[in-house]
C-alpha cells in the first residue's frame, strides 16, 4: 500500500489526520519509504479487518424491532459508516441477518432457510427481546419461538424492546471487534479479564 | 343514521334484539338463529346498507362463546357491533360469506382458534395454522400445549 506524502498546508493536514484514523485501525505496520510504502501484516488479521468493514446486513423483520433498523439504515444514524453499507434483498448477497422482532414456529424454517441460503462467512445478530427469549410471548404461546437461537446460532444479542438505535449500532460494531480479533465473544471477554 | 335512529329502524326489523349503549357504536345482542336473516336485512336496506364487515372476531369467555361483528356502511358513514352468545361446548352459527364475501376467511379464522362451527360455509378450513391444528382451538382459555406453551 503505497503512502503518498502530503505537503504541509492547511487542506492537507485534514487529510492527513482522516488517513492517520484509517491506518490506526489497519491490522499492521506501514514503514514509509521513499517513492512509496512498506506493509507488515497477517494475511488473517487482513482478511478479518476486511471482512468487519464490509457487513452487508440482509433486508430481515419480522415485528417492530425492523422499524430501529430502518432508523440504523436511515440518515440520522446511517449504519453505511460502519461498512454496513446497504441492506441487500438477498441472502446470497448478505453477510449478516439481524433478526429483527418474533420468530414464530411457521417462520422458524424460513429463517433457516434464509441462513442456509448465506454465503460463508455468515453472521447473525439477535435483536430484542423477541429475538433473544421469545420475550413477551415467553409464556402462555402456542406459536412462538422462545429465542431464535434455536433455529440458527446467534453472534451477537442486542437487549431491549425495542433496542434503540444506539443498542443496535454497539451490536453491530461488537460483531465486527468479534470479527476482528477472530476470536469468538467468550474468548473475548476472558482475553479483556 | 345517529345511534337512536339505528336502534328504532334494527328494532323494527327484530324486536328480539337487546342493545347496550354508552361506547362509540351501538351494541347489538343477537341469539344466533336471528343472525343471517337480520345480516340480510341489515346489507340490503336501503336507509342501513352495511356494505361493510370490517372486524369479525369471537371472544372466549370461559362460560360461552360471543361472535363479534363490525359493520360499517360506506354510503351513510354508520358503525354498528353485532354480538351473538355462542354455547361452548357446541359453537354453531351460521355463515354471512354470502352476503359479505370478506367474512369467509374471518370466519376460516375464527373456526381454526376458537372452533365455531359456521354452518353453510362454502370452505371451512384451517387459516393460517398448519396441517395438524384441526379441533385444537389455540385461542379457547383452556387451551393446553405441553410442547410449546409455559405457563406463567
Known sequence: MPIRKA??????????????????????????????????????DVINWARSNSLWPLTFA?????????????????????GFEVARATPRQADVIIIAGTIVNKMAPVLKRLYDQMADPKYVIAMGACAISGGPFFYNTYSVVKGADHVIPVDVYVAGCPPRPEALMHALITLQQKIKSGLTREQIRTAKD | MQNEELKAKITELLSAATFEEGGEWLNINVEPADW??????????????????????????????????????????????????????????????????????HEREVYEMFGVNFLNHPDLRLLILPDGWEGKNPLRKDFEDPINMIKL
Not at chain 2, 336501503?46 to 364487515?53: G, H, N, T
Open chain 2, 36 to 105: 343471517l336473516p337480520l345480516a340480510q336485512q341489515l346489507r340490503n336496506d336501503a336507509s342501513l346498507y352495511f356494505d361493510y364487515l370490517f372486524c369479525l372476531t369471537c371472544i372466549d369467555w370461559k362460560t360461552h362463546l360471543t361472535m363479534v361483528y363490525h359493520l360499517s356502511s360506506t354510503k351513510h358513514r354508520h358503525n354498528i357491533v353485532i354480538k351473538s352468545k355462542l354455547d361452548r361446548n357446541k359453537p354453531e352459527i351460521q355463515t354471512v360469506s354470502q352476503v359479505w364475501k370478506t367474512a369467509e376467511f
Open chain 1, 62 to 82: 419480522t415485528s417492530c424491532c425492523g422499524i430501529e433498523y430502518m432508523s440504523v439504515a436511515g440518515a440520522k444514524y446511517d449504519f453505511s459508516r460502519f
Open chain 1, 7 to 44: 505537503p504541509l498546508n492547511g487542506y492537507n493536514i485534514v487529510r492527513m489526520t482522516a488517513q492517520k484514523n484509517t491506518t490506526k485501525d489497519f491490522p499492521g505496520q506501514i514503514h514509509e519509504t521513499p517513492g512509496g510504502g512498506i506493509v507488515l501484516s497477517k494475511l488473517d
